[in-house]
């Protein structure tokens, strides 16, 4: 079962995996504490609970949604209205969530294969499925493609972490694109130079 450690460590790593999402969101900077981070993590446990139960695509539909309300947007189309502010765990609270869902998954990880041990490669395979779906609702929402895949990568890393998983190390986050090189000013002509004169070519009479 993940320990209190383990859901915090994870909670962090995703906190911080969310700070890049608010510019390409238009979030306004936020702390990036357990809190976020733990709300964060529980949309992408979530999502492997329903995946669990059949019920991915209707994850799916809302896995946008909770993304925005971890970094504390509102629902698209709800611009220039002003949401009632909703109350969010915090603390020991939200990390307590989060232990508590990582426990309901292993137990229907248990359930499904009769009682016998969870095998790791049907967790990560589980993992995989899910993060895809991440990816695409990240797509949604505006994020470019490559930045989707990297941070669904990066939250599926930090779940896997509360199952002791250890997923291959992730390329680095991509870099804002290079910028268009300075066009050159065109070479001017070139010029024939003159005869040189009977001076320069036989020296000083």
């Known amino acids: 079962m993940p320990t209190d450690h383990a859901c915090q460590t994870a909670a962090e790593l995703v906190a911080h995996s969310l700070q890049p999402l608010r510019e390409h969101l238009g979030a306004s900077p936020g702390h990036g504490g357990p809190a976020d981070g733990a709300a ?27 993304i925005r309300d971890a970094l504390g ?9 002003v949401p009632p502010a909703r109350p969010r765990p ?18 229907a990880l248990s359930v499904r294969s009769r009682g016998e041990a969870v095998g ?4 990560l395979r589980r993992l995989e499925l ?21 941070y669904a990568a990066e939250l599926a890393a930090a779940t896997g972490s ?18 268009p090189a300075r066009p050159q000013p065109p070479a001017a002509p070139f ?6 004169s009977t001076w320069s070519q036989g020296g000083m009479p």
């Open 40 to 66: 964060g993590l529980l949309t992408f446990l979530d999502g492997l609970y329903a995946e669990l139960h059949g019920a991915l695509t209707d994850w799916h539909s809302t896995a946008g949604a909770r």
């Open 73 to 81: 947007l509102p629902p698209p189309g709800s611009e220039g209205i």
């Open 90 to 107: 915090s603390g020991w609270e939200a990390l307590n969530l989060v232990r508590h869902r990582s426990e309901e998954i292993l137990t």
């Open 120 to 123: 790791a490669e049907e967790l």
């Open 130 to 150: 899910v993060e895809d779906a991440l990816a695409g609702a990240l797509r949604r929402l505006g994020v470019p493609a490559q930045e989707s895949v990297h």
């Open 162 to 179: 509360l199952f002791g998983m250890r997923p291959a190390p992730r390329p680095p986050a991509p870099g804002p694109p290079p910028a």
């Open 191 to 196: 010029a024939t130079l003159p005869q040189m």
